[in-house]
């Protein structure tokens, strides 16, 4: 896990797997702070990912974080493909996550969620992030 902090004080966070990532999102849950999760693709031994819409969306996602509250969380969960292409993986099966595409950028217990080609729509994450209710 890993923890850094950017422009206007968004904490952000990093997990790889459910595991890593249910103790890290649990962990937050109590703060009272809001907590965003960013679901993507990992890379592969070149650097590349295996998920387009990942590598569209992760620059928009970058530069909407400067617009999200100070007191807020950002956990970035990598999936590798073989456990994606599982259909039932937990990140697909719990209800907490429910995840259909990849990437999606979520409120964490929250419905607010965006999918797919959404993470790339540079209001709707703007929006998402933005918001502190």
């Known amino acids: 896990m890993h923890l850094s902090r950017i422009a206007r004080m968004v904490v952000r966070h990093n997990a790889s797997g459910w595991d890593e990532f249910v103790k890290l999102a649990e962990s937050l849950e109590g703060k009272g702070e809001p907590v965003h999760v960013f679901f993507k693709g990992d890379k592969d031994e070149k650097g590349d990912s295996w998920c387009p819409y990942c590598v569209k969306?992760?620059?928009?996602?970058?530069?909407?974080?400067?617009?999200?509250?100070?007191?807020?969380?950002?956990?970035?969960?990598?999936?590798?493909?073989?456990?994606?292409k599982d259909l039932n993986n937990?990140?697909?099966?719990?209800p907490r996550t429910h995840l259909v595409f990849l990437p999606t950028l979520l409120r964490w217990k929250s419905p607010q969620r965006l999918d797919g080609e959404q993470?790339?729509?540079?209001?709707l994450v703007e929006m998402l992030l933005s918001d502190e209710d």
């Open 90 to 94: 937990p990140f697909r099966k719990d």
């Open 57 to 84: 969306a992760a620059p928009v996602v970058e530069e909407a974080l400067k617009l999200a509250p100070e007191n807020s969380h950002f956990i970035t969960v990598v999936i590798d493909r073989p456990f994606w």
């Open 119 to 123: 993470v790339s729509n540079k209001d």
